[in-house]
């Protein structure tokens, strides 16, 4: 497909479990964003990469949150220790390059923390 | 800090009316801004970025226009169809200036 995919589409898992997210980007974007979306509100900036760098995690709510795109592609958000404040959809979106550029956002995974 | 407004209530309009929209922000000088649509259960999708030196920009039936004096943006969509019904995001860049910041959005729901 030509779009940002994302597995799984929805993740259950108890407190205290680690969980990993995954973000195939389009294909030849350089911008790879995470983003939490919780009900109700927009989406909020966890990290961007540019190719495998991570640029920015100023949003990571905190060290149990880690993310990594070795290979300047597929990237894999890591949350460890999960807790309920955890429970959201986490979206992924890729852009070609560069600031002002549109970004493209996957399905999103739906995460709940029992 | 920086905030995004975006009109807090649901949107009810008739279809074939034109919807109106509403972003302001504060503690912002935006390069661009950008306006996504976003339905249940799926991503966001971009429709529009409009730049700081430009007033308005027009896509089809949409129209979005941008005055940095009063920090405001207006998303309109003409002759409303109810497939134009979701919820509608507005997005500045953070500081990186590539990473949004996005508002809570607004919901349009268009009745036939």
């Known amino acids: 497909g030509a779009g940002v995919s994302q597995s799984p589409r929805y993740k259950v898992a108890k407190r205290g479990q680690d969980v990993a997210l995954r973000c195939d980007p389009i294909s030849g974007h350089v911008s790879l964003f995470w983003y939490q979306q919780a009900l109700g509100q927009g989406p909020e900036f966890l990290t961007y990469?540019?190719?495998?760098?991570?640029?920015?995690k100023s949003g990571l709510p905190s060290d149990r949150f880690f993310a990594e795109r070795p290979e300047g592609s597929v990237s894999t958000l890591k949350i460890q220790r999960t807790q309920q404040e955890d429970s959201a959809v986490y979206l992924c979106?890729?852009?070609?390059?560069?600031?002002?550029?549109?970004?493209?956002f996957g399905p999103g995974t739906r995460l709940t923390v029992t | 800090s920086q905030k995004i407004e975006q009109n807090s209530e649901a949107l009810n309009i008739q279809e074939g009316k034109t919807a109106t929209l509403t972003c302001n922000y504060t503690?912002?000088?935006?390069?661009?801004l950008q306006w996504y649509r976003q339905d249940p259960g799926r991503g966001p999708v971009f429709l529009l970025l409009i730049r700081e030196n430009e007033k308005e920009k027009r896509k089809e039936r949409l129209k979005v226009t941008f005055d940095t004096t009063l920090k405001q943006s207006l998303f309109h969509i003409t002759a409303s169809q109810p497939a134009d019904s979701a919820t509608y995001l507005c997005?500045?860049?953070?500081?990186?200036?590539?990473?949004?910041?996005f508002g809570k959005g607004t919901s349009l729901l268009v009745t036939p």
């Open positions: 997005a500045l860049a953070l500081n990186s200036g590539y990473a949004l910041n």
């Open positions: 979106a890729s852009s070609p390059a560069g600031a002002a550029a549109e970004q493209y």
């Open positions: 503690n912002y000088s935006p390069a661009y």
């Open positions: 990469f540019q190719n495998e760098a991570q640029l920015d």
